[in-house]
């Protein structure tokens, strides 16, 4: 689904009723290119909240964002004084979301995630960083992005590896052939064109090597898939 023009102010009126109904909040501002009046397509929404107390890490979360739509990706960071939480929404919107106590801060850190839930997590948004760079025309920081999602997938190939190693079952091919399709697809990843196919052929196989570590492992590329499709339509449409 193409998001309409616009979208981040509408996602920021949400925000800014959403913050209104909260006790726990006393101010939010957007902040960035929106604020500026300068945003495009591409541009994420960048806002500012300030919370009582200690309650920072509770709206830096992906369960607060969750009310304004399916949260498909995240990464976070917190310091002793604030809170950033940086999501992409299954339908690719990108919300960047800083959040600052009033008083004394006591910041609550992510939830704990197992090995491959926070390698899935952080997988998911570097890949969908790589399409939004390369759509912005920056194939230097697109192609680095590429590289660590195949690094994601060469570390995957390790692991079950040295699992059939502990087991006794030999190396077999599988990692052989892990590397040769990393090296192929990166190799086109240093422009638009190339980078798009890129990122799905890696978001493929991490699937499969994903399902071979833990076979609970549940593929979503939802968010990936809204940026690429907005991706390839601009690529489509004349300037």
């Given amino acids: 689904m193409e998001l309409a023009a616009g979208w981040q102010d509408a996602l920021f009126d949400e925000i ?12 939010v501002r957007a902040c960035g290119s929106v604020a500026a009046g300068s945003a495009s397509d591409w541009s994420d929404l960048d806002v500012a909240v300030r919370v009582q107390g200690h309650a920072a890490g509770e709206i830096a979360s992906a369960a607060w964002l969750s009310q304004f739509g399916p949260v498909w990706a995240t990464d976070a960071s917190a310091s002793s004084v604030r809170s950033v939480v940086r999501a992409v929404y299954a339908d690719g919107r990108r919300l960047d979301l800083s959040v600052a106590a009033a008083g004394p801060a006591r910041v609550a850190q992510p939830p704990a995630l197992s090995r491959l839930a926070a390698r899935t997590t952080r997988v998911r948004f570097t890949a969908a960083m790589a399409v939004v760079r390369a759509a912005r ?3 230097l920081l697109a192609a680095h992005l590429a590289l660590g999602f195949g690094r994601d997938c060469l570390e995957l190939a390790v692991q079950i590896r ?3 190693l502990a087991n006794n079952h030999g190396l077999g091919d599988a990692g052989a052939q892990a ?15 190339g980078c798009y196919p890129a990122i799905e052929g890696l978001a493929a196989l991490y699937d499969e090597l994903a399902a071979t570590v833990d076979s609970s492992y549940a593929a979503d590329w939802s968010g990936l898939a809204s940026l690429l499709a ?3 339509h601009a690529l489509a449409t004349p300037v």
């Fill in 16 to 27: 800014r009723r959403a913050t209104e109904a909260d006790p726990r909040i006393v101010a």
């Fill in 137 to 139: 025309g920056d194939a």
């Fill in 162 to 164: 040295d699992r059939a």
């Fill in 179 to 193: 590397a040769q399709r990393v090296a192929v697809l990166l190799a086109g990843a240093g422009d638009r064109q």
């Fill in 230 to 232: 907005k991706a390839r």
